[in-house]
């Protein structure tokens, strides 16, 4: 039996569970998987009760992801880049941490949507926790370039130098972005939170596969793409399953397929 859980705050609407447990089903493998609710200045605290009671692992959602990049005691290569940690596997007294969400993205962009990244122009809009996460990732499929564009120029130009060595990118603020088109443009802003649609070029976006991190609804950036001309058109609905099977993978070692689970929460 694997025992496991999520923590955030607010948790009560995560999918994690009902996620987890289709993959467990597939696998023919024991999974207690809970969601639980941590106070916002006790999560170590909840974490480690966790583990005390012989937790095999846990996922972290907002806002405990730096929490969690702090409470590991060993870190992957992607949560190092990440500065945040999202999935936790507990060996011993050791907490290994790991950062899914660009693996999850990735994976829905090569296995889910088709799409070969090498060789693209790839343009993120959006420099904070969401982008850092999904960069390297990234730039592991040999894209020709990422533009990071964020409406203070100077994170957009911190994340450029930062992420210098692992491929060729550039950043600039979002008033910066040529009205010309590009292949693929990512939405990892907090606009779609708000109902707000970034103010940048329409060009970008003719002929482009266009991809919210968001999922759940129509969002204000699907709804620009659409009148742009995208040929592509998704949310981050593939990118939540596919992280998720990569953490379940993490924990168990064993791979669930993700196609059946999107399309059952699609439905």
């Known amino acids: ?36 609710l941590a106070p916002i200045d006790e999560f170590s605290k909840s974490a480690q009760q966790f583990a005390d009671e012989g937790a095999n692992g846990f996922n972290i959602t907002v806002p405990f992801k730096l929490d969690a990049f702090n409470f590991a005691t060993e870190l992957t290569l992607n949560a190092k880049t990440a500065g945040a940690v999202n999935t936790i596997k507990i060996i011993n007294d050791q907490y290994i941490g790991e950062n899914t969400d660009g693996i999850g993205l990735v994976n829905d962009l090569i296995n889910n949507l088709k799409i070969d990244l090498k060789d693209k122009v790839i343009l ?11 960069l390297l990732p990234l730039l592991n499929q040999k894209p020709k370039r990422i533009m990071i564009a964020n409406r203070t120029a100077s994170k957009a130009e911190k994340l450029q130098r930062d992420f210098s060595a692992y491929g060729n ?15 693929i443009i990512i939405n990892a802003t907090s606009a779609s939170l708000d109902g707000k649609m970034p103010n940048i070029a329409n060009g970008c976006a003719n002929g482009a596969i266009c991809y919210d991190l968001m999922y759940g609804k129509q969002t204000p950036f699907m709804n620009w793409a659409k009148d742009n ?27 669930p397929d993700t196609q059946a689970v999107i399309e059952k929460l699609r439905r």
Request: aromatic share 8%.
């Open 124 to 134: 993120i809009l959006g420099a904070g926790g969401a982008t850092q996460g999904i």
């Open 229 to 255: 001309n995208a040929s592509i058109i998704a949310d981050g609905l593939g990118m939540l399953v596919e992280q998720a099977a990569c953490s379940f993978e993490f924990w168990t070692g064993s791979k």
């Open 169 to 183: 990118t550039c950043g600039f603020g979002l008033d910066k972005i040529k009205d010309e088109p590009v292949d």
């Open 1 to 36: 039996m694997y025992k496991l859980a999520v923590f955030g705050n607010p948790i009560e609407h995560s999918l994690s569970p009902d996620i987890h447990a289709q993959f467990a089903h597939q696998l023919g493998l024991k999974v207690d998987y809970d969601k639980i």
